[in-house]
Each structure stands twice: as structure tokens, then as C-alpha cells.
């Protein structure tokens, strides 16, 4: 079988097989197809596009590139949640624990942040001596025992799908829905869980800017979920500002448990129920209202903190600090950020504010970069909101003070304000089962 003959036939629009695409990924895999026949491919696919069949195929070849992690001894319970990025987004936090105190197996695999996006790992890095690499048997056995344990991306998971990426992203190629969806669904079937929800996020703070390309990436994507064996929903929220009023590592873990400790985060706490009635509904096999009511009564109960604390403390992490947030380090220096005109905050370029975030310390610009786990910024004003001139808008916060500057300049230039009211948009945009 030679490259040639796949570039030739997607260039004209034609559909691979299934043993083109095992070509095609074994290449990748272990580098016989060199990068400059990629790329010509990966562009072809762009203008061409693939059949659902194609991207099942290709979505399946990739997640058996690598190691595959077995959840079967949970049977239908095992469930995850996968989310396509945000700024403020800890839903992770709030829903594994949650989901897994009504009854669900959540034995999830997170990855860590780069650029404007917080990653999960990272956030529960920040409780001291909680361990995010755990061999196999313990992974399995803390779901068991505990019913949730979340880890980092460990072993090779789907290596083809890394290879591809990186190429992609310097080819121009990055927004092809099919190897948009090969790639985020390989890793999730590779992942193991008997049922999938995707949280796919649209907005200014979002990869997808606009509803309609939100929609049409979640529908593809719950397409080929199914299409290789597994439940699946998808729910459209937005990302029109961050999510919650804490941008930052420490701060958001501590957002996280006042959620769970029964405070009342409106936005937050609704699309946190709205994931776990889709997560319980396809794991307990009842209706996406019965699994957002006992969602609702779990986390009233308080049984939700207390999973979180036995969480916690078997993966190694302090439980003092979830009984205690006030533990978490504060920050060296901060700084106000006042509004200089009256009238209602308008619009939020959510992206520029993760920048911000980041320029303080709380992400990372390369792969290198470490992590101020107490930096970030803590909102005081959110979308639609009344704001008199003088008004606290947001605090900064950082061990580095030489970043407030530029972090200051950011988030002043990411708004916009109107002098007459503005309606907010709906958290969630749609919901695809």
C-alpha cells in the first residue's frame, strides 16, 4: 500500500478504508510515513472531509495505537466527562465526586493546562500530596473502593493521536472536524469508560466561537462515540465569561469545595448539574431528570464533600485542606482592578482574561513553564451586571508582582460595557443525546 494512493483518493474526495486507515495510523505510530505525506493528507482531509464510517474507523484505529485501560469490571457504571476547554472551568472537581457519591464509577484520566485553558491535574496538584500518577491496579482500585479517581494522562494513550496533533498544529490544520473528532474521541475510548458526556464549550473563551460550529462538532462527535460502541450525550455551554468567579489553581479548588459545601455559585453549580444528570442518566440507566434530582439531592445531602474528602485522601492528598480551604496559600501580591464609568458589564473576551490568568502565574505559556499554584484572578462582576464608577471589578492575584501590569492590561482591554442593560446568555446552549 503506498501514501500516495490514500492522498490521491481523499484529494479527490473518495472515502478510505478501514484497512487504509490501519496503514495510515500504524505509519504515524511508528513513524514509517514521513511528516511532509501527513501533512498532505491531514490537508486533503481538511477540504474533503470524511464520512462517519471513515471517522469511526479512523477514531477506533487510533485509541488501539496505544495502551487501552480496562474498566469493565464496573460494567455500565463507569462514566466520564470530557470538556473542549475554558477559563474558570472546575466542573471536573465538583462533578467526580458528586457523580461517584450517587452511585457511578468515575475513573477519569485529565490532562493539564497550556495557554488560556486551565487543566484539571493541575488544579488538584495544587492540594498538597494528592498524586496524580498511580500504577493501573491502584487506579482501578481506588474507583472501586472510593468510586472515583482522577489521574493524569499516563502510559500511551492513543500515541498516534499525539503524533498527529503535533503536526496539525503546524500545518494549518487544526480545525478539521473529522481529526478534531478522531482526536478527542481516540483518547476517550482509549480511556476505558462505558459512557462518555462531552461538555463542549462555545464562546469567547471557548475553541468554538459560534453555536452552530459547537453543535456541529458535538453531534459528530456523539456520532462516532456511538458508532464505536459507547453511550454518549453532549450538552453546548457557554463560555461567553469564565465559569464561576475563580480563575486560578488553588482558587478554584477552593470555589469547587464551597460548591460542594452547599454555597450558592449559581452558574457553576447549574452546569454542574446538568453534566451529572447526563452522566447519572446514562450510567444508572434513568432519565436525564431523574439523574439531575438525585444529583441535586446528593449534593444537598452533603454527601458530595464527604466523597471528595475520601477522595482526596486516597490518592495521598492532605484532607485538611478540603476541610480547611483556608489552608491554601494566598498570594504575595494583588491588586484591584476599579471601573472607571458606570453602566452594565457587556461582554467579556474570555480568552484574554485566561491570558491574563496565565501572565500571573496560574497556566503555563510552554510545556516547561511551572506553576503558580496561589496565582489568578478572583471576578467581582460578571456579565450583565450593574457597575459604578469606583467598583471593584476583579482582584488579581500573584507572587510575582512584576505580572500585574501586563495582566492588568489584559483584563481592562477584555471588556466591554453599555450603558443600557444586556441580556446574558443561556449557560446551556443545547443539549444532543
Known amino acids: ?25 500504524r505509519g504515524v505510530t511508528d513513524g514509517s510515513i514521513p511528516d511532509y505525506q501527513l ?16 471517522i469511526a474507523d479512523l477514531t477506533d484505529e487510533m485509541a488501539h495505537s ?24 472546575k466542573t471536573t472537581l465538583i462533578l467526580a465526586p458528586l457523580v461517584a457519591a450517587c452511585g457511578a464509577k468515575v475513573a477519569k484520566m485529565s490532562g493539564r493546562g497550556l495557554g488560556h485553558t486551565g487543566g484539571t491535574v ?29 489521574i493524569g494522562q499516563s502510559g500511551e494513550l492513543a500515541p498516534a493521536d499525539k503524533k498527529l496533533y503535533a503536526l496539525r498544529d503546524v500545518t494549518g490544520t487544526v480545525d478539521s472536524i473529522p481529526l478534531i473528532v478522531s482526536s478527542i474521541m481516540s483518547k476517550k475510548l482509549a480511556a476505558g469508560a462505558h459512557s462518555i458526556v462531552l461538555d463542549v464549550t462555545v464562546g469567547s473563551g471557548a475553541f468554538m466561537k459560534t453555536v452552530p460550529d459547537a453543535v456541529e462538532l458535538a453531534q459528530k462527535m456523539v456520532t462516532i462515540g456511538r458508532a464505536c460502541g459507547r453511550n454518549m450525550s453532549a450538552l453546548i455551554t457557554d463560555m461567553s465569561e469564565p465559569l464561576g ?37 446514562l450510567s444508572l440507566q434513568m432519565t436525564p431528570e431523574e439523574g439531575r434530582k438525585l444529583a441535586e439531592e446528593t449534593l444537598a445531602s452533603g454527601a458530595a464533600y464527604k466523597k471528595m474528602k475520601q477522595w482526596v485522601a486516597a490518592q495521598g492528598g492532605d484532607e485538611r485542606y478540603i476541610r480547611e480551604p483556608e489552608r491554601f496559600p494566598a498570594a504575595a501580591y494583588s491588586r484591584e482592578i476599579l471601573a472607571k464609568e458606570e453602566g452594565y458589564l457587556a461582554a ?51 507572587e510575582r508582582e512584576e505580572t500585574l501590569y501586563e495582566a492588568v492590561r489584559l483584563y481592562k482591554q477584555a471588556l466591554t460595557f453599555s450603558p443600557d442593560p444586556v441580556k446574558k446568555p443561556p449557560l446551556v446552549h443545547r443539549i444532543i443525546r
Open 39 to 54: 501533512s498532505a493528507l491531514c490537508m486533503a482531509i481538511l477540504f474533503k472531509g470524511m464520512k462517519d464510517r471513515e
Open 66 to 89: 496505544g495502551d487501552m485501560i480496562d474498566l469493565s469490571e464496573f460494567g455500565t457504571l463507569s462514566v466520564d466527562k470530557h470538556s473542549t476547554g475554558g477559563v474558570g472551568d
Open 348 to 398: 467579556m473576551d474570555t480568552e484574554a482574561i485566561g491570558r491574563a490568568a496565565c501572565q500571573l502565574g496560574a497556566g503555563r505559556k510552554t510545556k516547561a513553564d511551572v506553576i503558580d499554584m496561589a496565582a489568578g484572578i478572583r471576578l467581582c462582576k460578571k456579565l450583565g451586571d450593574h457597575v459604578e464608577k469606583g467598583d471593584v471589578l476583579a482582584v488579581l492575584y500573584t
Open 122 to 150: 493541575d488544579k488538584l496538584e495544587s492540594i498538597p500530596g494528592y498524586r496524580t500518577e498511580l500504577p493501573e491496579e491502584d487506579f482501578r482500585r481506588i474507583a472501586r473502593e472510593v468510586g472515583v479517581c482522577v
Open 245 to 281: 468567579f475563580a480563575i486560578g489553581n488553588a482558587m478554584e479548588v477552593q470555589e469547587a469545595l464551597a460548591v460542594l459545601r452547599g454555597e450558592e455559585i449559581e452558574d457553576l453549580k447549574e452546569v454542574c448539574l446538568a453534566l451529572a444528570g447526563e452522566m447519572l442518566s
Open 1 to 25: 500500500m503506498l501514501m500516495t494512493d490514500l492522498i490521491q483518493k481523499k484529494k479527490n474526495g473518495e472515502p478510505l478504508t478501514r484497512r487504509e486507515l490501519s496503514f495510515l495510523v
